[in-house]
């Protein structure tokens, strides 16, 4: 048998919950059925949203009051709303007058998906020009540090000629894996012979 679920969030004011909650219930939903989140729309892990999601099967519903209480942005919306539509269920949504059965529903998704994907660009636009500027005018460098500086480079080569200190003691000593470990070997090697070289 088809369930219909409700689902509504409130950061603070009992009086919103009540709005909600009275237009889920003239939608049909059962109050038994309502999951109630208390939690910020910025924060990803809500338990709530998790739990119906994870209830919803073929032929049901998911009824909200308003989009902005399910999702945070268009991104995070249509993530949700594909999985409610992965699982053969449907969103309604009271106030923007969205079912995702009907063709206008359809309609909406589709203008949603290019938002979601409009924001996506723009998200990284945004991230590299940051980056760029980052680099370029305050000198940040991205990525992870590199562990083979001089020091670390001499050291290995000082615990390699030593025939007292086996590799793995030197890697425990110098907190290094092994392949860290012949990477400065090597690297020391290559400066050696660029030194002779020279």
Known sequence: MNKQFGYSRVSTSDQDWALQLAALKQAGVDEADVFKEKASGAKRDRHELRRVLDLLRDGDKLVVYRLDRLARSQLHLLEIVEEIEAKGARLISI????DTSTATGKMLLSILGILAQFER???IER????MKVA?????VRFGRPA???PAIIRQVALAHDDPEITVPEACRSLGLSKST???ALR???????NAIAN
């Open 187 to 193: 690297e020391s090697k290559i400066n050696h012979v």
């Open 147 to 149: 562990k083979l500086n």
């Open 181 to 183: 470990y012949y990477n």
């Open 127 to 130: 991230t590299r020009h940051g």
């Open 121 to 123: 660009d723009l998200l």
């Open 135 to 139: 680099r370029e005018q305050r000198g």
């Open 95 to 98: 106030h923007e007058h969205i």
